[in-house]
């Protein structure tokens, strides 16, 4: 008997899901925003620890996700009516890249460093920030990129240009700090990065912000 109850709060659960998540949007699904995220986890768990709780039937799963939804649909439901409530509610998208130039006080707003924006910008397609016009954090934590117009499409293969081999920008200067490695991996030394950044009015590398090296364009810098 206990087998079938479980089996029998499982499979009402399991539709009460179903049915909440159509009457609530898309927004559960694709986690949207952070509390999107956080409110589908409580459900699912909500009901997990129903289904297993001997003391819980089937009536106080109903009442559980009942309630829980109710809650949901009413906080989209605000966010819907009076729009100034969303950026409290649902958060806001940062510009954290502007005409080419990281926006260094959103990227801390948003408790974002260097390493994670770098990642970010990869998954994007965009391998270095030189090749960057606009970049947005969306409130699901992705990033939307508008590339320069010399690195959008159409490729140089659309136009039937010969294009030179892919290479991988090499991080040299991190907020202020020289990244060794990078510089040891990509040929040069300390040395040769002081000369460098002399052509940038730069005397030390703790003036900068960002900088990096690839072997098709050289170095970018971008001071603080």
């Known amino acids: 008997m206990e087998f079938v109850a479980i089996a029998t709060e499982l499979v009402f659960g399991f539709f ?57 649909y009413l906080l989209e439901f605000i966010t819907q009516k009076w729009r100034r409530t969303r950026g409290i509610l649902e958060g ?25 924006l770098q990642h970010l910008l990869r998954a994007k397609g965009a391998f270095s920030i030189r090749e960057v016009e606009y970049a947005v954090l969306e409130t699901d934590g992705t990033i939307s990129v508008l590339k320069k117009s010399e690195f959008d499409k159409p490729t140089r293969s659309d136009l039937n240009i010969l294009s030179s081999p892919a290479t991988i920008p090499y991080t040299i200067i991190i907020d202020g700090e020289v990244v060794s490695e990078n510089l040891k991996e990509a040929g040069f030394d300390e040395k040769w990065l002081q000369q460098q950044l002399l052509a940038y009015s730069v005397e030390d590398a703790k003036d900068v912000f960002y900088a990096e090296w690839d072997q098709n364009n050289g170095l970018f810098v971008q001071k603080y």
């Not at 899901?17 to 609530?24: G, N, V």
């Not at 806001?92 to 707003?109: E, F, N, Y």
């Open 92 to 116: 806001a998208p940062s510009m954290v890249i502007h005409k080419g130039k990281i926006i260094r006080d959103q990227l801390k707003k948003n408790k974002l460093d260097m390493n994670q």
């Open 16 to 72: 009460a899901l179903f049915l909440l998540t159509k009457i609530l949007g898309k927004t559960q699904i694709t986690q949207i925003t952070t509390f999107d995220f956080i409110s589908a986890l409580v459900l699912g768990e909500l009901v997990g620890n129903a289904v297993y709780d001997v003391k819980m039937g089937v009536e106080k799963i109903l009442f559980t996700v009942v309630i829980w939804g109710m809650l949901i």
